[in-house]
Structure formats: structure tokens, C-alpha cells
T-cell receptor
Framework: GENVEQHPSTLSVQEGDSAVIKCTYS??????FPWYKQELGKRPQLIID?????GEKKDQRIAVTLNKTAKHFSLHITETQPEDSAVYFC???????????FGTGTQLKVEL | DTEVTQTPKHLVMGMTNKKSLKCEQH?????MYWYKQKAKKPPELMFV???????INESVPSRFSPECPNSSLLNLHLHALQPEDSALYLC????????????????FGPGTRLTVT
């Protein structure tokens, strides 16, 4: 099956620092690359996504960069805040159509 | 309305019971999904319905039976489950294209926490 790896598995930063999470995938046909945030006991929520014809996308403190040649994309969070603490999942489209394959997740902890 | 709703929130069932999970959306989405999420693990896709037809079954055991009675509703019928089936069951929906390969944002419901005793 499709292989999606996410690193690091845990990340602890001080408030105000930046956080970067990387996702690598194996399906060269993937063309949609979302990041989801899941707070404890809550549903996954899309925070940013990018399509294969774009290299970078920003939304306030959040950005995603895509390297399609190397088959990886990264989530960048700047000026982190305690409410950014959550599990973050990459979920590239694999196998075409609308099938998301979730990465293993990164537990981000923002400390005061 | 940008919300996906799921009922019940919690469900405890025995291995011989039959129960159903329900999911509803009124965003006009024509793709609906069932995911299973174990504790501290990512969601795993189980089924995808596109235009009310089953388009993906990720080799899910037959004790899980999905149903899409109309474009707004998605059910998951459960029968003879095992304790290892205990998990959070998430429903999601998205736009869809007939025969297309464009992916769209998936909106998740709050999930049903299922415990099989």
C-alpha cells in the first residue's frame, strides 16, 4: 500500500518559536496535500492544504511547502501559541480520487 | 451549514448485538466516508461513497456494513463485532466529481466512540 511517513512524532517548542513537521509519501500520482489538526477528544480539522501545481501556500501563521520531486511536504507554524498544542496529521491523496492516507501524526506541545 | 453530525456520541455493545452508526450532512456533498481511529493512531479509511454508490472498501470485515440511503445520510451497520473493533468511528464528507481525480477538503463529524464488550 501507499507509504506516508511523518516526522517528528513529538515536538515540544516554547511559545513564540516556530515548528516544522515533515511528511514524505510514496505515490508519485498524489496531487493534493492537506494538513489536519486534531485536539484531544475532537474531530480532525483541516488547517491548510496545497495542490501539486503550487510550491508554497501561507495562511497567517501557517504555511505548507511542497517538494513534489522529492515527494515530501512540510507544515510550518510560526509564533506558536499554547492553543496550537494538538496532534497534526498529513494526509496526502493516494491511489487517485478522494482517498486520503493519514500520516502517523505529530504531537505538538507549545510550552509557556 | 458546514457541519457533519454523528449519532450516537457513545455506544457500548456486546459481541452478539446489532447496532447502527449514523452520519448526516447538509452541505450538498456527494462523497461520504467512514474512518476508524484507535487511540493515539491516525484515522484509517474504511469506506467511501461517491454519488450514493460505494466506490472504495478498504478490505473491511463483513461485520461492518455501510449504507448510503440518500445524498445526506450515511450509516454503518455493526454486527458480531469483536473487542478489537472498539475505536472512534469518524464520518466525513466532501465535494466530489463524477469520474474526476480532483480531491476536495473533507469535513469530519465528531465521531462515535464505540466500545465492544
Amino acid at each position: 500500500g501507499e507509504n506516508v511517513e511523518q516526522h517528528p512524532s513529538t515536538l515540544s517548542v516554547q511559545e513564540g518559536d516556530s515548528a516544522v513537521i515533515k511528511c514524505t509519501y510514496s505515490d508519485s500520482a498524489s496531487n493534493y496535500f492537506p494538513w489536519y489538526k486534531q485536539e484531544l477528544g475532537k474531530r480532525p480539522q483541516l488547517i491548510i492544504d496545497i495542490r501539486s501545481n503550487v510550491g508554497e501556500k501561507k495562511d497567517q501563521r501557517i504555511a505548507v511547502t511542497l517538494n513534489k520531486t522529492a515527494k515530501h511536504f512540510s507544515l510550518h507554524i510560526t509564533e506558536t501559541q499554547p492553543e496550537d498544542s494538538a496532534v497534526y496529521f498529513c494526509a496526502p491523496i493516494t491511489g487517485g480520487g478522494n482517498k486520503l492516507t493519514f500520516g502517523t501524526g505529530t504531537q505538538l506541545k507549545v510550552e509557556l | 451549514d458546514t457541519e457533519v453530525t454523528q449519532t450516537p456520541k457513545h455506544l457500548v455493545m456486546g459481541m452478539t448485538n446489532k447496532k447502527s452508526l449514523k452520519c448526516e450532512q447538509h452541505m450538498g456533498h456527494r462523497a461520504m466516508y467512514w474512518y476508524k481511529q484507535k487511540a493515539k493512531k491516525p484515522p484509517e479509511l474504511m469506506f467511501v461513497y461517491s454519488y450514493e454508490k460505494l466506490s472504495i472498501n478498504e478490505s473491511v470485515p463483513s461485520r461492518f456494513s455501510p449504507e448510503c440511503p440518500n445524498s445526506s445520510l450515511l450509516n454503518l451497520h455493526l454486527h458480531a463485532l469483536q473487542p478489537e473493533d472498539s475505536a472512534l468511528y469518524l464520518c466525513a464528507s466532501s465535494q466530489a466529481e463524477i469520474g474526476g481525480h480532483r480531491a476536495y477538503e473533507q469535513y469530519f463529524g465528531p465521531g462515535t466512540r464505540l466500545t465492544v464488550t
